[in-house]
């Protein structure tokens, strides 16, 4: 008998969100903003969690294990410390920014605290986690798939193929301009998506 999976998906860091998939199949999904009614809320996204558990006929108890879209140690060090470490504009920003960087170190701590959960933690690479959620639910057997975003924990872009449930990466691109600006990438999408509606 094949063991049921249920994963609980937690975005965190803008935009928090909840999503479960029972064994493959996405049965919920839940954004924090349409609880606490902050557009884009960072807040920890507990009232999201518990929609999309009783959306789902799940106890907390039952998830197997939580994916989290985000790697918080390469992101302190490949974009916050390393870079400040030459840099002095850089180090400013990582102390003006001190207050977040402490949830990112103890994102895991702060997600068991809440959730009594003591199952397995996964932190996965932004930019894998677009193209997954692009390419898995699609038709498409065979695809090329593109993550274009303002930032995920050091890149701004990748480009893969997917071919049979499997995604490998052509190449991540850095662009210094969008970290520089903290130009969110996305809104060009959401300036498209606004037009082709009007």
């Known amino acids: 008998m094949q063991r049921k999976i249920n994963i609980l998906g937690l975005n965190m860091l803008h935009d928090s969100s909840a999503a479960i998939v029972k064994n493959g199949e996405l049965v919920s999904a839940c954004e924090q903003e349409r609880f606490n009614k902050i557009k884009h809320t960072n807040e920890f996204p507990l009232e999201a ?60 701590k702060i997600i068991r605290k809440k959730l009594n959960f003591k199952k397995k933690i996964n932190f996965l690479n932004h930019h894998m986690c677009h193209l997954a959620s692009a390419y898995y639910p699609s038709s498409f057997k065979n695809s090329l798939v593109v993550s274009l975003d303002g930032l995920g924990e050091v890149d701004t872009t990748m480009f893969a193929t997917a071919k049979n449930q499997t995604i490998n990466v052509l190449k991540k691109k850095n662009n210094k301009i969008s970290k520089f600006f903290r130009i969110d990438l996305c809104s060009i999408h959401k300036i498209f998506r606004m037009e082709t509606i009007l």
Request: aromatic share 12%.
């Open 49 to 108: 969690i518990k929609e999309s558990l009783k959306i789902s006929k799940l106890k907390m108890s039952q998830i197997s294990e939580i994916n989290v879209s985000f790697t918080p140690s390469r992101y302190l060090k490949e974009f916050l410390i390393g870079p400040a470490v030459k840099d002095k504009r850089k180090m400013n920003f990582l102390f003006n920014s001190f207050r977040k960087n402490l949830y990112i170190i103890d994102l895991e």
